[in-house]
């Protein structure tokens, strides 16, 4: 099984790199809509700047940034924001609770979902600050490549 992660989590950041490097089509590229409107963020939440113990920058050029998340269990991320739109490889994700940055609660889930459910891959639009609380056993762990053009 972890043989499988390996080689899935390979493509992935093979695919991020073909993505910066340029190597999809124009017809692929145009099908994905990106904003190209500025942060709406200060930088300061910039989530590897904001949250550095959780957010690593395994590759990073003019056309993506791939960050390697992980959440320890009980730990709760510090206040930040992703302002690309973003593909998430999502190896696991337990039982959480997401604040916004009032402290409001703006997604959680109360049960883990089954094993065979990973990993999953997740289109995501840019995110507004918020903070992942981890209260699963398991860290939360997962791949996100930030597309910016």
Not at 27 to 35: K, L, Q
Request: include cysteine; charge should be negative.
């Amino acid at each position: 099984m972890s043989k499988l992660i390996f080689t899935l989590v390979g493509a992935l950041i093979a695919s991020a790199v073909f993505i910066g490097l340029g190597f999809l089509n124009s017809t692929t590229r145009s099908e994905i809509e990106i904003s190209k409107e500025p942060c709406a963020w200060p930088s300061s939440l910039d989530a590897v700047t904001a949250a550095p113990n959780n957010h690593k920058v395994m590759l990073e050029n003019g056309r993506v940034r791939v960050l390697d998340v992980t959440v320890a269990p009980g730990e709760m991320e510090n206040l930040h924001a992703h302002c690309r739109s973003s593909v998430m490889y999502l190896m696991y994700e337990g039982v959480y609770k997401d604040y916004g940055p009032d402290g409001e609660l703006v997604a959680e889930a109360t049960e883990a979902a089954p094993a065979d459910q990973f990993p999953m891959t997740l289109w995501l639009d840019p995110q507004g600050p918020h903070r992942v609380h981890n209260l699963d056993p398991k860290p939360v762990r997962l791949i996100r490549v930030e597309l910016k053009d």
